[in-house]
Each structure stands twice: as C-alpha cells, then as structure tokens.
C-alpha cells in the first residue's frame, strides 16, 4: 500500500477500538492540489472561530468595538500554527512577551493611523513583523517589555488577593 508521495512512511489511528496503519500523506514543502488547499484552509478557519469564540463573547460583553476584535483576530490567525495548542499570540506560554507584543502592535497600528499611511498595505503580517523589530530595538530592558512585566505583575498579584477573597467566602459559606 502505497502513502500517497512514494515515501512508505505510515502512522497509526484507532477507529471504532481497531488500530489501523494509515499513510503519512503530507510533509513540509508538499505542494497542495486546490481540494487540499481548501480543506485546509477550512480548518484554519474552523480552529480560528473556535479558539477565539470566547475572547470574542468576553468582548462584546465588555463592549469592546468589532475593529478591536478584528485586530485581535487578524494578530491571532498571522501566528497561529497547526498543532500549537495555545491561545496564540507568537510568544506561546510567556504572558509578557505576549502583553508586550499586544502593547508593540497598538502603537505600530497607531503610527500608521498617525502618519495616514494606507492601512491595506500594513496586515496583520506587517503589523507583527514591526512590533517584533520594535521590541528587538529596544531589547529585553526596553520600554515595552518593562510596562508588559509591571502589567502582568499587578495582574497576578490581583488575582492572587481575588483568591483570597474567594477562600474566605467559600470558608463562610461552609460554616
């Protein structure tokens, strides 16, 4: 049985309890058919509705505006990666770094607002690709990075006095 681009590379699945011997179809630098392209390009569009439902939902309780959201999601589909299970962002599992490069893309987004630059030509792509060399300019004691770690700092130590609080409650309510 062949795998579909002559390599003989094969993995497993299980269907129904029977493990099965499937082949491995795809690798780096494969060239898509448009059936393929399309497939793909449904499921990147189901993972992102399904990974940004709730910030979404959150938002618009909070009454954030629809271009903000917008902006959220155009950062969050330029780093999203098949098989990264994170709540995106580029700097997966590093609150500051991700607060950082939120901060980083306001203020390369603002820029080219303040300079009337044509938005089409500045994406999401773009936008990241200059926060990331802002951030880089300034280095790991600048001025971004700095606000980010005081950012995430005040939101851990809130949390924590939240907990607290909700301990106590819970306590109360157990008497």
């Known amino acids: 049985m062949a795998d579909g681009n002559g390599s003989g590379n094969y993995d497993q699945i299980t269907i129904q309890g029977q493990a099965f011997r499937v082949p491995i179809r795809y690798a780096a630098?494969?060239?898509?058919n448009?059936?393929?392209?399309?497939?793909?390009?449904q499921t990147?569009?189901?993972?992102?509705r399904n990974n940004f439902a709730s910030k979404v939902r959150d938002g618009a309780e909070a009454g954030v505006p629809?271009?903000?959201?917008?902006?959220?999601?155009?950062?969050y589909a330029n780093d999203y990666q098949f098989g990264v299970r994170t709540g995106g962002g580029g700097f997966r599992g590093d609150p500051v770094m991700t607060a950082a490069m939120n901060m980083a893309r306001e203020l390369v987004r603002n820029a080219v607002k303040a300079k009337s630059m044509d938005a089409d030509a500045?994406?999401?792509?773009?936008?990241?690709?200059?926060?990331?060399?802002l951030l880089e300019m300034q280095g790991e004691n600048g001025k971004i990075l700095s606000i980010a770690r005081q950012q995430i700092e005040t939101e851990r130590a809130t949390a924590k006095e939240a907990m607290q609080s909700v301990h106590e409650l819970l306590d109360q309510a157990q008497a």
């Open 66 to 75: 629809h271009d903000t959201l917008q902006q959220q999601l155009d950062d």
């Open 44 to 48: 990147f569009h189901e993972n992102l």
């Open 29 to 32: 630098g494969h060239s898509l």
């Open 34 to 41: 448009d059936g393929e392209a399309s497939a793909l390009n």
């Open 122 to 133: 500045w994406p999401a792509s773009r936008i990241s690709q200059a926060a990331k060399a």
